[in-house]
């Protein structure tokens, strides 16, 4: 049985860096992407980051290119995000979740997602 237990966020400051982490246990064989979303209150849950196996793409939304780094640890069932460079619009609920499957063309909606860990808080202040 699939889970996401995730640890990690808090808050810092514009510039700072932070790390999340989902330990995602039953992913690390066979064909699954992981993934990192996040939301704020009155918006639409975003994708932030993904990896898939097979291929071992990273995907990640614009807005995080070249400062999130989204990796795997497959001797400890762990998913990470790296993130540097934070500017106070990254403040967000972070989730992270997994599918067995999925269409690379989806890799960042959630609605193909099916397990999610129970998020933590990233706030960065100016």
């Known amino acids: 049985q699939s889970e996401l237990v995730q640890s990690g966020g808090g808050s810092v400051q514009a510039g700072d860096s932070l790390t999340l982490s989902c330990a995602a246990s039953g992913y690390t064989d066979g064909e699954y992407c992981l993934a990192w979303f996040r939301q704020v209150p009155g918006k639409e849950r975003e994708g932030v980051a993904a990896?898939?196996?097979?291929?071992?793409?990273?995907y990640y939304a614009y807005s995080v290119k070249g400062r999130f780094t989204i990796s795997q640890d497959n001797a400890k069932d762990t998913l990470y995000l790296q993130m540097n460079s934070l500017r106070p619009h990254d403040t967000a609920m972070y989730y992270c979740?997994?599918?067995?499957?999925?269409?690379?063309?989806?890799?960042?909606?959630?609605?193909?997602?099916?397990?999610w860990g129970q998020g933590t808080q990233v706030t960065v202040s100016s």
């Open positions: 990896i898939c196996s097979g291929d071992g793409d990273t």
């Open positions: 979740a997994a599918v067995a499957w999925i269409n690379r063309d989806y890799v960042l909606s959630p609605q193909r997602y099916l397990h």
